[in-house]
């Protein structure tokens, strides 16, 4: 079955760039999304064909998907940004999510 | 307002039933894809179901194929997971996200979800 990994942790300071990569099989060739989770609350969709934002999200958050990896870059890093971030993608029918990435803000 | 509304949820045994329910608002129903999506204790996300708009085109995770069934009925704006033969690995909240509108290209992602209902199977 098609995997999605990402690193289990990211820690960044205020202000700076946040980084979380996602890895799989030519994921490049498929649209990967990404999810921001904080603690207690429902996942928020960020981003949507590799580079897109939904209305509201914040122009800080952005993506990009070649080869095998994926990336979600937050660009000026808040406080208020620290949380869980799962990539999804499809794969012959089957919706495949990202192990998880939690990000922290020193 | 978009609003996606669980219920359902609770304590079974294992191998006992549940049926949940989403209930739909705000947007049109009929037009949107629905998925299962749940989140156990402490873990990461996991797909477990989609229906198409029309509910013609049904799929499932291999962990759950054959032991839960989603359904929909668009006079109802109601999105349902019948879950029988139910194990302790199934105990997690269950989420119900809005897919794309009919005849998308499985690329945009889940962008509304419901607060979810915990199900809980255990003795």
């Known amino acids: 079955s098609y995997e999605l990994t990402q690193p289990p942790s990211v820690s960044v300071s205020p202000g700076q760039t946040a980084s979380i990569t996602c890895s799989g099989d030519?994921?490049?060739?498929?649209?990967a999304c990404w999810y921001q989770q904080k603690p207690g609350q429902s996942p928020v969709l960020v981003i949507f064909?590799?580079?897109k934002r939904p209305s509201g999200i914040p122009e800080r958050f952005s993506g990009s998907n070649s080869g095998n990896t994926a990336t979600l870059t937050i660009s000026g890093t808040q406080a208020m940004d620290e949380a869980d971030y799962y990539c999804?993608?499809?794969?012959?029918?089957?919706?495949?999510f990202g192990t998880g990435t939690k990000v922290t803000v020193l | 307002e978009v609003q996606l509304v669980e219920s359902g949820g609770g304590l079974v045994q294992p191998g006992g039933s549940l049926r949940l329910s989403c209930a739909a608002s705000?947007?049109?129903?009929?037009?949107?894809?629905m998925n299962w999506v749940r989140q156990a204790p402490g873990k990461g996300l996991e797909w477990v179901s989609y229906?198409?708009?029309?509910?013609?085109?049904?799929y499932y995770a291999d962990s759950v194929k054959g032991r839960l069934t989603i359904s929909r009925d668009n006079a109802k704006n109601s999105l349902y997971l019948q879950m029988n033969s139910l194990r302790a690995e199934d105990t997690a909240v269950y989420y119900c996200?809005?897919?794309?509108?009919?005849?998308?290209?499985?690329?945009?992602?889940?962008?509304?979800w419901g607060q979810g209902t915990l199900v809980t199977v255990s003795s």
């Open positions: 996200a809005r897919g794309e509108p009919q005849g998308g290209s499985f690329s945009q992602g889940f962008d509304f």
């Open positions: 705000g947007f049109t129903f009929s037009s949107y894809e």
């Open positions: 229906i198409s708009s029309s509910g013609n085109s049904i």
């Open positions: 030519k994921l490049g060739d498929k649209f």
């Open positions: 064909q590799d580079t």
């Open positions: 999804q993608a499809w794969d012959r029918s089957t919706a495949v």
